[in-house]
C-alpha cells in the first residue's frame, strides 16, 4: 500500500512540472512609428528572457537579457539598420523560438507569416 501510494504522489509531481512551464506567445508587429516593430513576449512563468535580433548574415545586431519578467511589450528601433530579412530570437525556460521580419527603411511593413520553433 505504501509503495502504491509513493507512485502516485510522484506521477502528481511529475504531471504538476509538466504544466508548470506554460507555452510561451512571440510575436513581432509593426509600429505606427516608421522603423519601430513591437515585440510581444508573454507566458506563464517568471524568469529570465534572452532576446536577440539577427540580421540576413547571421549576425546579431541587438542582444539583451531580461530578468524576472514573464511578459511585455518593448518597440524596438530598426531604423539605423539596413533593409532587409531579420530574425527575431527568444529564449527561455521553455527553449528558442524565433519569428523573421523584413524591415523596409521609412516604410512600415509587415511580418512574415511564418514562426520558427527551434528545440
Not at 509531481?13 to 508548470?20: E, K, N, Y
Request: glycine fraction near 4%.
Amino acid at each position: 500500500m505504501k509503495s502504491v501510494l509513493i507512485v502516485i504522489i510522484i506521477f502528481f509531481v511529475l504531471i504538476s512540472r509538466t504544466f508548470a512551464f506554460g507555452p510561451t506567445s512571440l510575436t513581432v508587429k509593426s509600429a505606427e512609428k516608421v522603423n519601430v516593430y513591437n515585440i510581444h513576449y508573454r507566458t506563464t512563468i517568471v524568469g529570465t528572457v534572452k532576446l536577440s535580433i539577427i540580421n540576413s548574415k547571421n549576425k546579431a545586431v541587438f542582444s539583451e537579457v531580461l530578468f524576472n519578467t514573464s511578459s511585455f511589450v518593448r518597440p524596438y528601433n530598426f531604423s539605423h539598420l539596413a533593409e532587409g530579412e531579420y530574425t527575431v530570437i527568444l529564449e527561455d525556460k521553455n527553449g528558442k523560438q524565433a519569428e523573421k521580419i523584413w524591415h523596409a527603411a521609412n516604410r512600415v511593413t509587415a511580418n512574415i507569416s511564418d514562426k520558427l520553433f527551434i528545440f
